[in-house]
């Protein structure tokens, strides 16, 4: 299972760090992503990380302001969200896909959700 944690409500322009645990997968071996779903809209891409870590992706709407990180010893990945405005408030998803599969196809969290006011 996929499951995320730290979710909640602060104010904009304050931080935020979400965790994503992974269990009975081998972790190493997946990329993991962050996506969310804010109401009324498509659930969208935020950042992903490469299964080896080196590499990281960001959506141009968070670039700058959102680190995604991973601790293959904890299977467990990180969005460090920064400078937070009130158009981040959306569930957010983590999702883990093998390399070259597509994320629709791997295993997902229920979400948590990140409100930021105004």
């Known amino acids: 299972p996929v499951e995320e944690s730290g979710g909640g409500l602060v104010q904009a322009g304050g931080s935020m760090r979400l965790s994503c645990t992974v269990s009975g997968l081998e972790f190493s071996k997946y990329s993991m992503a962050w996506f969310r779903q804010a109401p009324g809209k498509e659930r969208e891409f935020a950042a992903a990380?490469?299964?080896?870590?080196?590499?990281?992706y960001y959506a141009d709407s968070v670039k700058g302001r959102f680190t995604i990180s991973r601790d293959n010893a904890k299977n467990t990945v990180y969005l460090q969200m920064n400078s937070l405005k009130p158009e981040d408030t959306a569930v957010y998803y983590c999702?883990?896909?093998?390399?070259?599969?597509?994320?629709?196809?791997?295993?997902w969290g229920q979400g948590t959700q990140v409100t930021v006011t105004s």
């Open positions: 999702a883990a896909a093998l390399r070259d599969t597509s994320w629709s196809s791997g295993s």
């Open positions: 990380i490469s299964w080896v870590g080196g590499n990281t």
